[in-house]
């Protein structure tokens, strides 16, 4: 399943919207380090791969914008155990 999900530079901030439902991934940027805060879906749309589409476009974003990632939020940071071909972004 996709989702359009929007990118807020300047809330710091990929969300979108499902079945009417706000989901977001929170982070910060200093210095080209991204950090992933928060990631936030609720649980009436849980369970769906949005979790991991929000990280995922994080994690694609920083790749294309050369920055380094610190994954805070412990979800982020299982998503990319999972998926290898992420972890050169790690710091």
Do not use: N
Request: with cysteine.
């Amino acid at each position: 399943m996709s989702f359009a999900i929007h990118h807020d530079r300047a809330a710091h901030r990929f969300e979108t919207q499902v079945d009417g439902v706000h989901c977001e991934l929170d982070y910060t940027l200093v210095a080209g380090v991204l950090t992933i805060t928060h990631t936030g879906v609720p649980d009436e749309v849980g369970g769906r791969g949005i979790a991991s589409a929000l990280v995922q476009a994080t994690m694609d974003a920083a790749r294309a914008e050369g920055w380094k990632v610190v994954p805070a939020c412990s979800y982020a940071s299982a998503w990319i155990t999972r998926h290898p071909e992420y972890r050169d972004l790690c710091r």
